[in-house]
């Protein structure tokens, strides 16, 4: 062969892919459609729970299509979920927004799964000015920095004791202390750092604030610490092991507070049976569970969404699942009220959203992420009930002594 | 090298050079973006190919230049409020530093203990910024945002990728004419003779560790700024060096345009592929991987110098030659 031809050869194949690159981008979409963008783990250290977003998502899809899909200013829109695989690598997702939105031209973005993965991808959604719905990222850095363009269906884990704190900041005399403790895992610590500075802000004092190795299954020393500062209200971010044996040594050493709320347990029904009686009055917190109930936007209810999830996928739905349904609600209802495409009236659209939804109420706080979406619940005789905000009970406060149960 | 293979070479290395320049003016902003990040592969594989590929020392956590030059220019211009200008080259300086402490220990150990020990050390590094008050541990740090219009943005970092690329071709391939350079690759064909002739292998290892570092830590400066955040995970992530190492090799070990020519491909093939499968293509990239390897060890500058004519016996020669 000669160098010439070898060369003309070489410069043919780079053409080729070259080229192949950038006619790939170029998907064809008829008019009538909604193309939204979504980068999501489909490969990689993500992918297990990425999949969750995508079987949602893509149930979502096809509810809102059957349904007659989205309606702007008298037309039917239907919608089209473009996905990416992001490859759980936060550089490969943000490139490939910029593609969703230069290449395939997306009318609105999805979130990706996880808040490292989020920020960067908010990032360029911010700097083309598109919003993006995410429901993936609970952190509140995601919005910190104010980013008009991404909204949060997630709870940040920093919020997650704010309607407890305002429960309890609005009881009668006003509680004056409480404690704060915490397990060694990163969500726990955001709990914790979160509610130190929520009860700051409402003019609570935190008298302890510290954190404990749940594995050790022994709370006497920090029981001991707890009882000499005599908090109103004590509040643990951990898991249900470390709860139970809390709420156990708490009656051995008769420690009586005027509250004990943990983040994980008083929901599950293993807590309540492992603790009888001594479970009733603890106070917890939830965001998302299958047994709620909540009226629906694109189902009819949380039940009716729980069944038809498992009869098309044959798992029980999570918050994940339920986060990605609330995303895609979040945008219908958005674009049909702005009644246009236009990215920049969908995101006040979006921003001013109050909708009902199988994953419970939705409004955005200024910085893009959900209201309080947690509720308090309380154990009362051996139920769970919320009893905050609008609660079916009212909180029995301050709880009983324990010699006096 | 012969006369047609040089040849063949400088064409290349024109084409190369005209496309680099026109692709952002033709171009949408993600393929800007798509080649920026191809352009910060092939700095990293360059790098990695100064100790790796010329001193024969595998480094698996040259990761680690990546996420200090990442970091230090997150911190000064985040928590400093220092300007882009002066953290970049910073950054660079921080990691070239830190190639040369860690260097002096690590560069005595020879093959797997020494893979094995940058391994560790970009494990460490990473356990270490997460749990670091002024890098905001794992949950990442924001960078200041950039003033200019999304198409500047691109090109900015387009062509600081594309520039910090010349500089370390251009300071490879002055080394390999100086002393530096022949002294390395004595290092890499025999430590113990290059030393016993006279070669001081300890400051011509560490020198070499640091070049390498220098370079991946502008990249990572670049990428930082790009991303606009970073978090620990992501950048120093052992999924990068393999990625590097890869790139190195697929283009051909120990030439200066080989890592750029491997990053090139192995980006792209990655970019169809995951275009056309959005889960099988991990699968067939590991096998397209497998297969250069195995027919074609000495990467695609071995085939375009024109050592040996290419085709079928070309491919069987290099499966007997190492005895596949």
């Known amino acids: 062969m000669k160098a010439g031809s070898k060369i003309l050869k070489g410069l043919l194949v780079m053409g080729l892919v070259i080229g192949l690159v950038i006619s790939l981008n170029s998907g064809a979409y008829s008019k009538d459609v909604i193309k939204i963008g979504c980068a999501m783990s489909f490969t990689g250290k993500k992918s297990r729970t990425g999949k969750l977003y995508v079987d949602s998502l893509k149930l979502a899809e096809a509810t809102i299509n059957k349904a007659g899909g989205i309606k702007v200013g008298g037309k039917a829109y239907l919608v089209k979920i473009k996905f990416y695989d992001d490859k759980s690598n936060a550089a490969e997702s943000a490139k490939l927004i910029e593609k969703l939105i230069t290449e395939d031209k997306v009318n609105f973005l999805l979130g990706p799964y996880s808040s490292g993965i989020t920020i960067p991808d908010s990032i360029v959604a911010q700097r083309y000015r598109i919003p993006m719905v995410e429901g993936g990222g609970a952190s509140g850095k995601i919005f910190s ?150 009226k629906g936007y694109l189902f009819k209810n949380t039940q009716e969404f729980v069944k038809i999830f498992k009869a098309k996928y044959g798992y029980d739905p999570d918050y994940h699942n339920a986060s990605a349904i609330a995303e895609m609600a979040v945008l219908k209802n958005a674009i049909e009220r702005a009644g246009t495409l236009n990215p920049q009236k969908v995101r006040d659209a979006i921003a001013k959203t109050d909708l009902m939804t199988i994953y419970g109420p939705v409004k955005f706080n200024p910085n893009g992420q959900i209201k309080g979406s947690s509720v308090v619940l309380q154990i009362q005789g051996g139920q769970v009930y919320q009893v905050y905000p609008n609660g079916t009970k009212k909180p029995i406060y301050p709880m009983p002594a324990w010699k006096d149960r | 090298m012969t006369e047609r293979g040089a040849v063949t070479k400088k064409v290349i290395l024109g084409i190369l050079i005209i496309a680099g320049v026109a692709i952002p003016f033709l171009t949408g902003n993600f393929i800007i973006r798509f080649f920026t990040d191809t352009l910060m592969f092939a700095i990293l594989a360059s790098s990695w190919n100064i100790i790796g590929g010329y001193t024969g020392y595998a480094s698996f956590g040259n990761v680690v230049f990546l996420g200090i030059g990442a970091y230090v220019s997150a911190v000064l211009m985040q928590k400093g409020g220092v300007p882009f200008w002066i953290a970049f080259p910073a950054s660079g300086l921080g990691a070239a530093i830190f190639a040369i402490l860690i260097g002096m220990p690590v560069l005595r150990l020879k093959g797997h203990y020494f893979a094995i020990a940058t391994l560790g050390v970009a494990e460490a590094m990473k356990a270490l910024v997460d749990n670091l008050d002024i890098t905001e541990g794992n949950s990442g740090i924001y960078l200041p945002m950039m003033k200019l219009s999304v198409k500047g943005q691109y090109l900015f970092f387009y062509f600081m990728m594309m520039g910090v690329l010349v500089l370390t071709f251009l300071v490879t391939a002055f080394i390999l004419k100086k002393k530096l350079g022949y002294g390395l690759i004595a290092i890499r064909e025999d430590e113990e003779a290059a030393g016993s002739l006279g070669v001081n292998t300890t400051l011509y290892k560490i020198t070499s560790f640091a070049l390498s570092g220098f370079f991946s830590g502008l990249a990572g400066s670049l990428y930082a700024y790009q991303q606009g955040f970073i978090k620990p995970d992501a950048v120093f992530d052992v999924g990068v060096t393999v990625k590097m190492i890869v790139m190195a090799v697929f283009g051909g070990i120990g030439s200066i345009l080989g890592p750029l020519l491997g990053a090139l491909s192995i980006e792209v093939i990655s970019e169809v592929l995951t275009n056309y499968f959005l889960v099988a293509h991990t699968l067939f990239f590991g096998a397209i991987v497998i297969l250069a390897i195995v027919f074609t060890p000495k990467g695609i500058m071995d085939i375009i110098s024109g050592r040996r004519k290419f085709g079928i016996n070309y491919l069987l020669q290099n499966i007997r030659d190492h005895r596949i």
């Open chain 1, 145 to 294: 920095r104010h980013n008009p363009y991404i909204f949060g269906t997630l709870p940040a884990a920093g919020q997650y004791f704010r309607t407890t704190l305002e429960m309890l900041a609005g009881f009668k005399p006003k509680p004056k202390k409480i404690a704060i403790i915490y397990g060694d895992d990163k969500f726990d610590i955001s709990v914790a750092k979160g509610a130190k500075k929520i009860a700051e802000g409402l003019g609570l004092k935190v008298v302890l604030y510290e954190k404990i190795s749940e594995s050790s299954a022994d709370f006497n020393t920090i029981l001991t610490k707890v009882k000499s500062l005599a908090p109103d209200a004590l509040l643990m971010a951990g898991h249900t092991e470390g709860g139970i044996n809390l709420i156990q040594q708490a009656k051995e050493l008769n420690v009586n507070l005027k509250m004990i709320s943990l983040t994980v347990g008083p929901s599950e029904a293993d807590f309540r049976k492992s603790l009888g009686k001594n479970a009733n009055y603890i106070f917890g917190v939830a965001s998302w569970s299958p047994q709620m109930n909540y």
